[in-house]
């Protein structure tokens, strides 16, 4: 998923440098004696909402609100664990090619009865290559799914199908290792056709025109305001469960703001920059978050010169990831492979040790240098001048001036500029390819390294940069064909690597965010990998 910048400057699926906060302890707030308050707490993000249509969402924020406003098969527990959400069974044939889920009776918050047909429809839509949904890749396997992206089937036969009422079928072309996980995702949720059609071309841009299923429904989010709230939902199957009623949402984009709230008991959450991180990690409810999320530069190759691979080293040789970690806070380290740290274990290694490319990302101001000079030359030019884009974060913002300073230091003559936009901007301009050079972010949607190699296939919607590779593409596809499970981890392998070699991206940092939580707050269930925070058992203690 995309992160805010952060899901960083440049975060796709993207991440947002997302922040929460929980009513605090005054006469108002949650750890007040009011029974009502405390069964609300104030929540923040660093970013606004882009949509909240599930067909065509792409970032940690739209995904956080969308998992704890609406609800699918199943739904991620601590550590990831799958638990039956709508899904009251599940069978799977021999062969794991069909997959029947028998559905528990449950409604929309506009009192319209949940069926299985409400899954159908909203698989077909996400594939449907009218919809040019981002996400629609992630559905390869389903039969038929990639032949209807690509216009080359009928919608009506995508592999799934409702059998009454309270039973989905879904049939695979071949077996998925993490196809439960991915039903635990929101992009496999279902939607209500009624609504999305009365809505039509607004549908999922404010909170009136959208339906919901889950824990609580969402009030006040306009499209474009950074405050909303989240209710509790009285139509959910589970509502005698959700112990919270409201969680009050704001947007603070400056972490002095938000740790001012923190402490005027107006938040009860906040993310911490570089200085804070350091005065505040004795303090009660210090907390750190392993976002699964790598940052990353993608270099537009619509423009010649980021065609030139000494370039795109050069570039990449003259960053101190150290410093630029450094600078940002929390606990981010530096990067030197696309798939995060700590997110995939295989054969009791650390995937991102395996991958990474320790030359490519080394702050190496000499090599640099040559590499610039040989670039300049094949290119025909004397200098080179460019932007780059990121969010209007704190973290977006310490992030592109980190780099316009080390760049123009280490390469004499290169001119840069840099432009921090609010998120829903810069994914805009990203996806159009308005930009030089993109701070992108990409969190895990589930523990696996295709959730992130899978970006970077010459067709994906997500390669921002058009870096395109032909060896790479047939290393993914065949990774996801092979039976051959050895084989499958060797495709994988080589091509990061290639990607790497060639600076398709520069990695930049691995992501970890530091906070403030009140101590009060239980409950909250926050995965890395997928749906970072489901409030569905949140508490104030």
């Known amino acids: 998923m995309k992160f805010t910048k952060l899901f960083a400057a440049g975060a796709t699926v993207l991440i947002a440098g997302a922040t929460l ?5 005054n006469s ?8 009502s308050a405390k069964k609300s707490i104030n929540w923040m993000d660093s970013a606004e909402i882009p949509t909240m249509d599930i ?8 995904f956080n609100q969308l998992g704890n406003v609406e609800e699918g098969l199943y739904r991620l527990g601590k550590n990831s664990k799958v638990e039956n959400a709508l899904a009251t069974s599940t069978k799977v044939s021999k062969d794991g090619k069909t997959w029947t889920f028998t559905l528990r009776p449950s409604k929309w918050s506009n009192g319209d009865k949940l069926t299985a047909k409400d899954f159908v429809y909203s698989w077909r839509r996400t594939v449907n290559p009218k919809t040019a949904s981002q996400y629609a890749y992630l559905f390869e396997g389903i ?8 216009g080359k089937a009928p919608v009506n036969s995508l592999g799934i199908k409702a059998v009454g009422d309270n039973k989905l079928v879904v049939t695979l072309d071949k077996r998925i290792p993490y196809f439960k996980l991915l039903m635990g995702f929101p992009l496999f949720f279902p939607q209500n056709q009624k609504v999305v059609e009365a809505n039509g071309s607004k549908y999922g841009t404010s909170s009136s025109t959208t339906a919901f299923n889950g824990p609580f429904v969402q009030k006040g989010w306009t499209g474009s305001n950074l405050s909303w709230k989240l209710v509790k939902n009285k139509n959910y199957w589970d509502k005698k469960n959700v112990k919270l009623n409201t969680i009050n949402y704001s947007v603070q984009k400056t972490p002095s703001t938000a740790y001012n709230l923190y402490q005027s008991n107006k938040l009860d959450a906040t993310v911490l920059d570089a200085q804070q991180t350091k005065n505040l990690k004795h303090n009660a409810g210090y907390t750190l978050r392993d976002t699964a999320a790598t940052f990353y530069v993608q270099f537009n190759q619509r423009r010649k010169i980021f065609k030139n691979e000494n370039l795109r080293k050069a570039i990449s040789m003259s960053i101190n990831r150290k410093a630029l970690s450094n600078a940002l806070g929390g606990s981010n380290t530096p990067a030197d492979s696309l798939t995060a740290k700590g997110v995939v274990n295989h054969d009791g290694k650390d995937w991102a040790s395996v991958v990474g490319d320790k030359e490519s990302a080394s702050y190496n101001p000499t090599e640099a240098k040559k590499l610039y000079k040989k670039a300049l030359k094949e290119l025909g030019v004397k200098s080179v001048s460019f932007s780059i884009l990121s969010d209007d974060t704190d973290a977006g913002q310490k992030t592109t001036e980190t780099l316009q300073s080390q ?27 308005n930009f030089d050079l993109v701070v992108s972010g990409w969190s895990a949607d589930f523990a696996d390294p295709i959730s992130f190699v899978d970006l970077f296939t010459s067709k994906n919607a997500n390669n921002n940069g058009k870096w395109s590779n032909a060896q790479y593409d047939k290393l993914i596809a065949d990774s996801k064909t092979t039976a051959d499970t050895t084989k499958r981890w060797n ?7 290639i990607l790497l070699n060639e600076e398709g991206i520069a990695p930049l940092y691995y992501k970890t965010e530091a906070w403030l939580v009140r101590p009060d707050i239980k409950g ?15 508490y104030v203690d």
Do not use: W
């Open 524 to 538: 909250i269930v926050y995965n890395g990998a997928g749906l970072n925070y489901n409030f569905k058992n949140a």
């Open 143 to 150: 039969h038929n799914a990639t032949q209807i992206s690509a």
């Open 21 to 25: 906060a929980a009513c605090g302890s």
């Open 55 to 62: 067909s065509k969402a792409t970032d940690v924020t739209s």
């Open 407 to 433: 760049l123009e230091e280490n390469l004499k003559g290169m001119k840069v500029s840099v432009a921090n936009v609010p998120f829903k901007t810069r994914l805009n301009r990203s996806t159009n390819g």
């Open 28 to 35: 108002n707030s949650s750890s007040s004696g009011n029974s």
């Open 491 to 497: 495709d994988l392998e080589k091509a990061e690597k």
